[in-house]
């Protein structure tokens, strides 16, 4: 597996000083962030490490050059809007916006995009599986033509009240894994496989890697940690950031060796970046770096990482 981190936590910097930080810390890849520059409804959206509005020849070969120069690899692109947004204008600007994505994955040789499926809140999950398809299967085309394969991610983003009751992510589950791939058959969509957000759904985050395992494309390392007492107190269907809290690995209640030992049995060899969304490290820039760094180093007793300036 080639390990390395997403970039959304590190807004404060420059793609170049992002490309730094990894081959100066024995990162392999890093997963860019590519969203719009414009301003961001949630925290960690809006970054923009790599423009891909302004993705012409000279800054294709520019990029390239300097993670050559680096010794570090783009994993994937990524961006995670609502694609199911209700709001027709937005839904369109999301779509138009995950195409120039999906173009620039293609030039750049990254060739895969991270990103959510969506859905529209309001709605139950049969209407959204519909709404998907419709969606969806244009994209893919779109993507297949262009040989890039879309990696979705499994989190319901259903953390805030705005958010509440149904969530802006459908694809949260193996049970709609199954349903989703059964209407969606491109050999371009898989996972972006998380285990911290089957956590605090209270879903066996292993057996799924090996139902899945054809279909993981990207994984992430992110840990949950699981307040019991409070969930006691609010029940299962209050907002998830009442009674659970995002951690980096090894702060929370993610097995990483179980994880890691089922990624390795079932051959996965892709990439595992790091994502960091834990608060109490992200003060100050050292902070986001000491993440980052701590990250990788308890990380380091399930798998092999190359050494520092490698």
């Known amino acids: 597996m080639r390990q390395g981190f997403v970039t959304a936590v590190m807004d404060q910097y420059s793609f170049e000083e992002v490309v730094d930080f990894a081959s100066e810390n024995g990162f392999e890849c890093i997963e860019v962030s590519c969203w719009p520059r414009e301003k961001a409804e949630r925290r960690y959206a809006g970054v923009t ?3 891909v509005d302004e993705l012409d020849n000279e800054y294709i070969t520019h990029i390239l050059k300097y993670c050559k120069k680096k010794k570090v690899e783009i994993s ?3 961006y995670y809007p609502n694609v199911l947004e209700p709001d027709l204008e937005k839904r369109t600007q999301y779509i138009e916006h995950l195409k120039k994505v999906i173009v620039a994955a293609k030039k750049l040789n990254v060739n ?3 990103t959510f499926i969506g859905r ?5 999950v049969p209407e959204n599986l519909k709404l998907a ?3 969806w299967n244009p994209l893919l085309n779109f993507a297949e033509n262009l040989g890039v394969r879309i990696a979705i991610e499994n989190c319901p983003m259903l953390f805030t009240e705005d958010e509440w009751p149904g969530g802006k992510n459908i694809a949260i589950s193996p049970a709609i894994w199954r349903q989703l791939f059964e209407k969606l058959k491109s050999p371009n969509l898989g996972l972006n496989y998380d285990p911290s957000h089957f956590i605090w759904q209270e879903i066996d985050y292993i057996k799924p890697v090996y139902e899945f395992k054809d279909k993981i494309f990207h994984v992430h390392y992110k840990d949950i940690k699981l307040n019991k007492n409070a969930r006691s107190e609010v029940g299962v269907l209050a907002t998830p950031l009442s009674y659970m809290t995002p951690r980096i690995p090894g702060h929370g209640d993610v097995d990483w060796g179980e994880y890691i030992a089922a990624l390795l049995e079932v051959g996965y060899d892709g990439p595992a970046c790091i994502e ?4 109490s490290f992200e003060n100050s820039k050292e902070g986001i770096e000491n993440a980052l760094k701590i990250s990788r180093e308890y990380l380091k007793q399930f798998v092999a990482y190359p050494e520092k300036g490698v």
């Open 49 to 51: 490490h790599i423009d």
């Open 76 to 78: 994937a692109l990524a």
């Open 112 to 114: 895969m995009v991270t």
């Open 120 to 124: 529209v809140p309001q709605l139950n």
């Open 133 to 135: 398809e419709k969606v």
């Open 276 to 279: 960091i969304e834990d608060k």
